[in-house]
């Protein structure tokens, strides 16, 4: 059955968690941007066109591009000051890179202190021109993080209003619980993909379902290695796909982010590509859901056997 996307897409919303935030239901990452080479006029373009569809909310780190695409995405934000409160803007930090953006950096490292939290912060918002970030995530659990010092960090961006929600990002179970404890955390970012199954069995997705926490999943298309990678068993993960798109009259991707987003910790994809077609083609995947034999095949088809 041939496919065609339907021309009244509209991405639907979700909050991440009772106290969390609402976000689209995927979310545009913003990793790649340095390679798209869109001027400032057609990143507005990109970002307005984002919007229509109903993806608002764009996910950044301090350290993408290094250390550039926070402020590629401001500079479309400072020609069109009206899309900043049309969208949630979400950052990261704790890792510092060897960058010529920060030649005080002698080796790559985590840094999850109190100082490096704030400053980080204040940059993010200094880049991407705005009072407020809707979600700061810790980038990667950090072995010298000290969990009361990140609440305590955490708890006064929020008093001055600089950050309205917090989270976490590459987290196991245990050090996603031990800071949610001590302050309420609205997600943990992922890997995740028929390509990288880890979280469906290290209880990381089993522990965010009792808590009621969306994870967002990062590389939902395994960085596009899902339509050209050479991993074991993906020719067959391929075809299988394909076979289910194609009985669907779905795109292959949408038919990837169906399956991803039918887990029960309804986890929310951020896509990584500059091609509004290719964001549409996530949108249509809220639309629809697989049967659990087809769900169940690809899972079959990702891990090369059955289920016992
Ligand atoms: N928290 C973390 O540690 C972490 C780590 C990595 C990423 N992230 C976030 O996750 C976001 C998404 O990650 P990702 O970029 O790896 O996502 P992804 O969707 O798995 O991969 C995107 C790549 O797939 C390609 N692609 C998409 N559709 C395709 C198609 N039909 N055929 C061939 N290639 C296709 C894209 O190319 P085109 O551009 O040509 O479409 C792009 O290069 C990032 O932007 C970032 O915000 C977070």
Redesign the pocket.
């Known amino acids: 059955m041939p496919h065609t996307l339907p021309t009244d897409l509209t991405c639907p919303r979700i909050t991440t968690c009772a106290h969390g935030p609402g976000l689209s239901r995927i ?6 941007m340095t ?2 080479g869109m001027s400032v006029e057609q990143r507005v373009d990109f970002i307005e066109n984002c919007i229509a569809l109903g993806v608002t909310s764009f ?3 301090d350290i ?1 591009g290094g250390y550039g695409v926070e402020s590629l995405f401001g500079d479309a934000l400072r020609l069109q000051p009206s899309m900043r409160d049309r969208i949630e803007l979400i950052s ?1 930090c704790g890792i510092k890179l060897v960058s010529p953006q920060r030649p005080q950096h002698t080796i790559q490292h985590y840094d999850t202190s109190a100082a490096h939290i704030t400053a980080s912060v204040d940059e993010s918002l200094r880049q991407l021109g705005t009072d407020r970030l809707d979600l700061l ?1 810790i ?2 659990p950090d072995p010298l993080m000290d969990f009361d010092e990140v609440a305590h960090t955490f708890l006064g961006l929020r008093q001055a209003g600089k950050v309205l929600h917090f989270g976490v ?2 987290f196991s179970r245990h050090q996603f619980e031990s800071l949610d404890k001590r302050i309420k955390l609205a997600t943990n ?3 995740f ?1 028929p390509l990288h199954t880890a979280p469906m069995f290290d209880e990381t997705f089993d522990g965010l379902q009792d808590l009621g926490v969306a994870p ?13 990678g050479g991993e074991e068993h993906a020719d067959n993960l391929r075809l299988v796909i394909k076979g289910i798109a194609d009985d669907m009259g779905q ?3 949408s038919v990837v982010f169906a399956w991803i987003m039918q887990l029960p910790s309804q986890p929310v ?7 509004i077609e ?1 964001i549409k ?2 949108v249509a995947g809220t639309r629809f859901t697989l049967s659990r034999p087809d769900w169940f095949s690809i899972l079959r088809a990702a891990r090369g056997h059955e289920v016992a």
């Open positions: 979310v545009a990452g913003m990793w790649r390679e798209w996910d950044h780190a993408y990261k995530l980038h990667r990002s590459n970012q992922v890997e993909s967002m999943i990062w590389s939902p298309l395994a960085g596009g290695r899902l339509f050209n795109p292959f991707a994809p951020l896509t990584g590509t500059g091609r290719a083609v996530a």
